[in-house]
């Protein structure tokens, strides 16, 4: 992701949560006031396989142990919040990702261990801003319990994880020293000035309807798939005699996202799926498109608002782009830093797969290591 991407997105969502994307589209039932079709799926296979294969620690280190359930419950997210955008991940692919995640968690408490009092009341401070963030997306404390049901999780799991990820995020800085000033991000934003242009976008309403199993994922049979395209032609219809679009999304849309806030989304040019874009960008303001076809699903769209392209002037992405050079600043620096933290923690990784990838990939790191320069003796 650009700079430019970077600051629209922290602008938009606020910090980016590692382990629990919040959905983009996903299935629920067509009642409003209905828990989502296989929304405890995740929560019941993950207690199904405790009861089968036990808890194992899969990891430990001074002062720390980490379970198969920890990592499970992370995983668990990630795979629900594919599944949701009609994504997966592939097989091959897993265990990399799990390792990756199983790394996380293992840095995550390795910094729990360097805290102080003022990073734990910054590290709370941004849980909350994180929870604030995510309950004005869902509109409503009810519609965004269903969506974390949904993804496998409660709410308790969710602010227990942001407060460690925050806090840790914290620590870590400090620990690095890193500081960002004013001069330096006003630096960056006169030297960059394309990364501040935000894209033309529109404000939109959508009914959408799935054309995936709402609890395995699977796509639906091509008569399913058209009884539902019909379906949503039926809507069409009725939208377009005058019926409120509102009370349609409510009534039939099997975006749980949104649902609650009438189906409303702001799009960018760019970064929506390219037949969803199209049609979205092409309506007059109060226009409802056509049938639109995607991977996903089928969509009706309600233009309410285009919102021209504009620079983002400084004093709104200040505090963000402040954010984003801290990162960068900690992606430069922590690796090292993290890496003796491990070694200092005596760090063992105890599931054998897990363990076999790890030494595999500090090999391939060591291949790729640049060789040092030739002393001549």
């Known amino acids: 992701m650009n700079m430019k991407d970077r600051i629209i997105f922290s602008i938009a969502l606020g910090t980016l949560l590692l382990a629990f994307p919040t959905a983009q589209a996903a299935t629920a039932n067509a009642s409003t006031d209905a828990t989502p079709a296989g929304a405890n799926t995740n929560v019941n296979l993950n207690a199904t396989m405790t009861a089968l294969f036990g808890n194992p620690v899969i990891a430990r280190g001074k002062g720390f142990e980490i379970k198969q359930s920890d990592l499970d419950e992370v995983m668990t997210g990630i795979k ?11 097989p091959e692919q897993l265990k990399t990702v799990e390792s990756e995640m199983l790394n996380r968690l293992i840095q995550v408490q390795l910094l729990l261990q360097k805290t102080t009092d003022a990073d734990r009341v910054e590290g709370k401070k ?12 869902a509109g409503s404390q009810e519609a965004l319990n269903r969506q974390f049901m949904a993804l496998g999780m409660s709410m308790d799991q969710l602010r227990t994880r942001l407060v460690q990820e925050g806090t840790a995020q914290v620590t870590l800085v400090r620990e690095l020293k ?17 990364d501040f242009e935000q894209p033309e976008m529109v ?6 309807l799935s054309t995936h199993d709402p609890i395995t994922g699977t796509e639906l049979s091509d008569d399913n798939k058209a009884a539902k395209q019909k379906e949503l032609e039926d809507i069409l219809k009725r939208a377009r005699v005058g019926e409120d679009f ?15 806030k009438g189906g409303e989304y702001t799009i960018a040019r760019g970064q929506t799926l390219p037949e969803f ?25 309600k233009l309410l608002e285009k919102i021209p392209a504009k620079k983002l002037d400084y004093a709104s992405v200040a505090d963000n782009l402040k954010k984003v050079l801290t990162q960068q600043k900690s992606a430069k620096l922590a690796p090292p830093y993290l890496a003796d933290l491990r070694k200092q923690g005596g760090v063992e990784i105890l599931d054998p797969d897990l363990k076999a990838l790890e030494q ?6 060591g291949t790729n290591a640049p060789m040092a320069p030739d002393s001549g003796k």
């Not at 509102?246 to 609650?260: A, F, I, M, N």
Request: charged share 25%.
């Open 360 to 365: 595999a990939s500090e090999a391939e790191a």
């Open 126 to 137: 941004m849980a909350d801003l994180q929870m604030k963030t995510l309950l004005d997306r």
């Open 178 to 194: 890193i500081t960002v000033t004013d001069a330096e991000a006003k630096q960056f934003y006169g030297d960059h000035p394309a």
């Open 203 to 208: 404000r939109i309403e959508q009914i959408f």
């Open 246 to 260: 509102k009370q349609l999304v409510e009534q039939y849309s099997e975006d749980p996202t949104t649902k609650d």
């Open 80 to 90: 629900a919040a594919a599944a949701m955008r009609n994504q997966s991940i592939p």
């Open 277 to 301: 874009e199209a049609a979205a960008f092409s309506l007059n303001t109060n226009q409802v498109s056509d049938v639109v076809i995607t991977a996903g699903g089928y969509h009706l769209i």
